[in-house]
């Protein structure tokens, strides 16, 4: 039986055009490209010179059975309005490979190739599935305020919010800075952290998550940092350590499974660019698996559980350590742990994701829940092949007085976090949570190796362009 025709009429974007022949159109809804047939000698001439890589087209025509390789159908092409053309001379995406950072100058057009549009299909499925991971676990969407007064990880990597004349300031009389005649009547900055916000809801609520933007002044200019970028934190009473790690482990499978699922041709693109970048890396620089592989491994597998104090014997007397190898060498309990040691636990020790947990109390945020022996903390990182950290977490201290020892003990006023502490006088219960960082686990599942090229404009040091 004949295969019925079809009229039909697209709009996209021209990514090549072939022997004044075949136009490859896509309209973004997928890695795959429509093939358009037309006889250019039943075009007019002007709309012929139009029809070039990046130029926006509408196409009617009939869609048959494709008579070549690499589709199954085609349009054979009766009309082509040009929405808008696009100079070959000046239009800097034409159809050869172009460097990723020669991309991220141009980050208002590279969504317009296969590997941006790729990585942000992804990265909105992504968002998609966490969002209903946490709806099917009756969790209720929290929105933290971006603008605060408190620095939730105690780090001071903030970026003020001012309206006052940074020439000619209001002081005070110890001729400081004075902070009441500011716009909010005290020092605010962009929030590092909805944390301590999502921690007053749990108390309420029950079960809450942010996901929304968050801001740190680090000046790391690195491949895994971001001035500006999202975060995803779940805050559960009634949660100790144990049931967060369970909760973190099940979500994370959770969302990759998603994308597994949904993301098929674009993973398979992805997979593909991760090889061909690969090749030209030293084989012992190479990954294990492939993208899609080392997906499912994720689900299919359990993370590692390990102490602190069992993962400092293990870094201790490891052989890139004894050799030096470490930019920081591990000598003793309580060093805190760089992002080479924790990629050494899980690509070259565990091989497998690990949830680090009970840390020394001196490294972590002043909110962590004190454990018996005085000197660890009730928290856990989740390390990830290739990232490092991924997650990092707590059960929060509930214990009014330890907590404030705590906060004395670092200096903090604690007239700063009264409302903070009222959580702790009125029906304080046990509770825990997290953050994960959403570009970080973008970054794992689409495999690109620059955290910038996983936000649409990225944000660090020196650079703010679009
Ligand atoms: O470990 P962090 O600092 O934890 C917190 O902010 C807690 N308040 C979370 C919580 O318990 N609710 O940050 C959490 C995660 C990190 O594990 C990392 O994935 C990501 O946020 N992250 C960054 N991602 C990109 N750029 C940066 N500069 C990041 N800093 C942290
Ligand atoms: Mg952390």
Redesign the pocket.
């Given at each position: 039986m004949a295969p019925k025709l079809q009229e039909v009429t697209v709009n996209g974007w021209v990514r090549t055009f072939r022997s004044n022949r075949f136009i490859a159109l896509n309209d973004g809804s997928t890695i795959n490209n429509i093939q358009c047939v037309v006889d250019f000698e039943k075009l007019e001439d002007g709309v012929l010179k139009k029809i070039n890589t990046g130029s926006a087209l509408k196409i009617s025509g009939t869609l048959v059975e494709s008579q070549g390789r690499g589709q199954n159908v085609e349009i054979q092409v009766s009309n082509i309005f040009v929405h808008g053309d696009a100079d070959p001379e000046t239009y800097p995406i034409q159809p050869k490979k172009h460097s990723l950072e020669f991309l991220r100058e141009k980050a208002h057009l590279r969504i317009r190739t296969n590997t941006f549009s790729a990585v942000m299909r992804v990265r909105s499925a992504l968002a998609f599935a966490i969002h209903q991971y946490f709806r099917q676990n009756d969790f209720h969407y929290f929105h933290a305020p971006i603008i605060t007064g408190s620095d939730?990880?105690g780090a001071g990597e903030m970026f003020k919010v001012t309206t006052l004349d940074s020439k000619n300031p209001p002081l005070n009389e110890e001729g400081e800075v004075n902070y009441k005649e500011d716009f909010f009547g005290k020092e605010t900055n962009l929030t590092?952290?909805g944390?301590l916000e999502?921690e007053t809801y749990a108390m309420a609520l029950g079960k809450v998550y942010t996901f929304g933007p968050t801001f740190?002044a680090?000046n790391?200019n690195t491949s895994?940092?971001?001035?500006e970028?999202w975060?995803i934190?779940p805050?559960m009473a009634f949660y100790d350590l144990d049931a967060n790690m369970d909760l973190a482990e099940d979500f994370i499978k959770y969302v990759i499974n998603y994308v597994l699922e949904n993301c098929n041709d674009d993973l398979q693109f992805l997979e593909k660019r991760l090889l061909d970048e690969e090749k030209s890396k030293p084989q012992a620089e190479r990954s294990e698996m492939a993208l899609i592989e080392k997906l499912k491994f994720i689900c299919e597998n359990n993370f590692k559980r390990v102490s602190y104090t069992e993962a400092i014997d293990i870094l201790r007397n490891c052989k890139p350590n004894k050799k030096k190898k470490f930019q920081y060498t591990i000598d003793e309990w309580g060093a805190d742990l760089q992002s080479e040691h924790e990629r050494y636990l899980v690509e070259k020790h565990f091989k497998c994701p690990v949830i680090l947990f009970d840390y020394p109390a001196n490294i972590k945020?002043f909110y962590m829940r004190l454990n018996e022996d005085g000197k660890t903390v009730r928290a856990m990182?989740i390390l990830f092949p290739g990232i490092g950290?991924?997650?990092?977490?707590?059960q929060r201290e509930e214990r009014l007085d330890v907590l404030k020892d705590k906060i004395a003990a670092l200096g903090i006023d604690e007239k700063e976090l009264w409302w903070y502490l009222d959580l702790r006088k009125f029906g304080s219960a046990v509770h825990s949570?997290?953050?994960?960082?959403f570009?970080?686990l973008v970054l794992f599942a689409t495999g690109m190796g620059n955290?910038r090229d996983v936000i649409p404009f990225p944000r660090t040091p020196q650079n703010a362009e679009f």
């Open positions: 939730a990880e590092v952290s944390q999502a740190r680090e790391s895994r940092h971001l001035a970028f975060m934190e805050e945020a990182d950290e991924i997650v990092g977490g707590s949570g997290f953050g994960l960082g570009e970080r955290i």
